[in-house]
């Protein structure tokens, strides 16, 4: 346990990110499920407005440091390659 008065804040503070950064990658996993779903129906349609919805999503939460921006990017590129997989079809 911090003892130290900036210690106690340095803990504080990383107790708050860490809420916040949960949530956000919570919120990016849903989203990503969310896709994913519409992809496994084969409805192109539905997999292109959540594929549009999840976009900003995901690169907020890289933005914010929650996930690498590399990880984000990867995570954008792979759900797009896959949306345009079942369009083509």
Do not use: C, Y
């Not at 950064?21 to 779903?37: E, Y």
């Not at 976009?55 to 345009?84: C, D, E, F, M, W």
């Amino acid at each position: 346990m911090a003892t130290h008065k900036s210690a106690i804040k340095r803990a504080r503070q990383n107790t708050v990110r860490n809420l916040r950064n949960k949530s956000n990658r919570t919120r990016v996993k849903s989203v990503i499920k969310k896709v994913r779903a519409s992809i496994s129906e084969k409805s192109s349609d539905k997999a292109k407005i959540e594929l549009t919805a999840a976009i900003p999503i995901i690169q907020k939460a890289a933005q914010k440091g929650a996930i690498h921006r590399k990880s984000a990017s990867r995570k954008i590129s792979r759900l797009t390659r896959q949306v345009n997989a079942i369009s083509a079809s």
